[in-house]
């Protein structure tokens, strides 16, 4: 499989390694974090009881699909990704967790899903921003409604990032936006942030999804708190993967973004340290007369 970081120029546009085990150790930890950031598995919904299958697209390691069929037996999950080692993860760790109903396959998100057309009640994606862009995600939202039932629910929940007190880690984020924007794959006019957080739900309403909601998060991991040490964790990794994203895109010199990287790092460890992640989640749900046609 071919990787670019530019639009529509690979078949893996992933702007990290998928197959790094540091990435997989790094998407474990962060899904816990994310869900308790949320509040849980479904935090805006309480009515679950016409929910039995469920898809989540980009499902990494498994961690939302796995807890999902953890705590709701009854219904079906399965998680797609791009990336095989994380899905034999997925999939041994709902072996040895003695989940039948966690299902997981590996599927390129942006073709053609490999679903019949009215397979599944709920659609999830979170923080699928890493390989989605402008031209990507309106056919993905056209795949995810292709493949719910009628009346059923597409979720999504996407992050902003790069919001600190601190002047490098400011920096280091700024880079990853002007990157993301250099390759077709920013949502921001300026390329000044994801800008992907606005959009979506003018997204869900042109494809087609029906009565859009919407539920805002903020991560706060400054200095003190409790998810200061894992995040500080979590963006030594990322940021260090990222960095060849950074230099295909030319955004500065590998000197430049060396010394940005440490410098956040040192940073992030100063007891004033202050950041938050946004984080937004928006849903509809598909007309009731919904019928789509297999090609
Ligand atoms: C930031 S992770 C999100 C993981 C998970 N959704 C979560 O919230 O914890 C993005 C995931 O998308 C996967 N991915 C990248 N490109 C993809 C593609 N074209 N199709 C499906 N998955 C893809 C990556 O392998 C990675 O596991």
Not at 64 to 76: G, S
Not at 88 to 95: G, H, L
Not at 107 to 132: Q, W
Not at 197 to 205: A, E, F, G, S
């Amino acid at each position: 499989m071919t990787q670019s970081y530019s639009e529509g120029q690979s078949d893996n546009s992933y702007v990290i390694d998928a197959e790094s085990g540091e990435e997989m150790a790094r998407l474990i930890d962060q899904d816990r974090l994310v869900t308790r950031t949320m509040g849980g598995l479904f935090s805006e919904r309480e009515d679950l009881s016409t929910i039995f299958d469920v898809l989540d697209i980009g499902c990494g390691p498994g961690g939302w699909v796995l807890d999902v069929a953890h705590t709701y037996p009854e219904m079906e999950v399965t998680g797609i990704d791009i990336s095989e080692s994380m899905i034999q993860y997925a999939q041994a760790y709902a072996q040895v967790r003695q989940l039948p109903n966690a299902h997981f396959r590996v599927m390129n998100a942006l073709h053609h899903l490999d679903f019949p057309a009215a397979s599944f009640d709920l659609v999830n994606a979170r923080t699928i921003v890493g390989f989605v862009s402008p031209k990507t995600l309106p056919p993905l939202f056209a795949e995810c409604r292709r493949v719910l039932r009628p009346g059923g629910v597409f979720r999504i929940t996407e992050p902003e990032h790069g919001f600190s007190n601190k002047a490098a880690f400011e920096t280091f984020y700024g880079l990853v936006n002007r990157a993301a924007s250099l390759a077709g794959r920013s949502f921001s006019p300026t390329g000044n942030h994801l800008g992907i957080t606005p959009v979506l739900d003018h997204l869900l309403r042109t494809a087609g999804f029906r009565t859009t909601g919407s539920k805002a998060y903020t991560l706060n991991f400054s200095a003190g708190t409790p998810a200061h040490i894992p995040i500080q964790e979590d963006l030594k990794i990322a940021f260090r993967l990222l960095q060849p994203f950074l230099l295909s895109m030319r955004v500065a010199p590998k000197e430049e973004i060396e010394y940005l990287y440490e410098q956040a790092m040192n940073e992030m460890l100063e007891e004033d340290f202050c950041a938050l992640w946004y984080f937004l989640t928006v849903w509809g749900s598909t007309p009731q007369e919904d019928h789509f046609q297999e090609g």
